[in-house]
């Protein structure tokens, strides 16, 4: 079984440039998530998609970040413009379904964004 | 204010060590707690499920425990090996809605 796939895997961009990462979950999974894991903390979720329907974006800066995730699958979460304090690792996940935390959330390996 | 605190920050061992590492939360009503491990530069992957009714659980070399009344977990690493080395994050979430409250981690460092 294919897992959840990120592109790119790194990034480094100017501050108030712009920015955006791909996510493309594992089959079947209905439930997406993104975070934000900045260095030395544990992960902070900042949207949680069912299919193509936001259940949370309450932790999203949304003057700056915006994310979609068309037909329920692929999603994309994009930055415009970043700041110097966006430096950190995007994570995304996928599960079959939400629970409440008891369907296991599987990761993808990150893209890792740099902001100088 | 739900909240998931984890102890030591960081920890250092030598291999064949045993260690273990600490979880103590806030988050009510309680539904599960997850222990995961995340090597550096992947993301998490999880180890164990734990909740209300369960005391222990293990996997493999890792066992972890829960408290419920007190509101803390530990993760009880037996005879560590170099490929333990990673950071150990708990995920405690909470019941009738899609809470899940991480923490910052502890960052374990297996030395030969």
């Known amino acids: 079984e294919a897992g959840v796939a990120q592109s790119p895997r790194y990034k480094i961009i100017e501050k108030r440039q712009s920015v955006a990462f791909w996510c493309n979950p594992i089959s079947g999974h209905a439930t997406l998530y993104w975070y934000q894991q900045i260095l030395g903390q544990g992960p902070k979720l900042l949207i949680q998609f069912q299919n193509n329907g936001v259940v949370d974006d309450s932790q999203l800066p949304k003057d700056r970040f915006s994310a979609e995730r068309l037909k329920g699958v692929d999603s994309t979460l994009k930055i415009q413009p970043a700041k110097l304090e966006d430096s950190a690792v995007y994570l995304c996940?996928?599960?079959?379904?939400?629970?409440?935390?008891?369907?296991?959330?599987?990761f993808g390996p990150g893209t890792r964004l740099t902001v100088t | 204010k739900n909240q998931v605190e984890q102890s030591p920050q960081s920890l250092i061992i030598l291999e064949g060590k045993n260690c273990t590492l600490q979880?103590?939360?806030?988050?009510?009503?309680?539904?599960?707690l997850r222990w995961y491990k995340q090597d550096t530069g992947r993301g998490p992957v999880s180890l164990t499920i734990m909740t209300f009714s369960e005391n222990t659980k293990s996997n493999g070399r890792y066992t972890a425990t829960l408290d419920a009344d007190t509101k803390q977990s530990s993760l009880h690493i037996t005879a560590s090996q170099l490929s333990d080395s990673a950071s150990y994050i708990c995920?405690?979430?909470?019941?009738?809605?899609?809470?899940?409250?991480f923490g910052a981690g502890t960052r374990l460092t297996v030395k030969p």
């Open positions: 995920v405690v979430s909470a019941w009738n809605n899609n809470d899940m409250r």
């Open positions: 979880c103590n939360y806030t988050v009510s009503p309680f539904s599960n």
């Open positions: 996940a996928s599960s079959l379904g939400l629970a409440g935390g008891f369907y296991e959330q599987y």
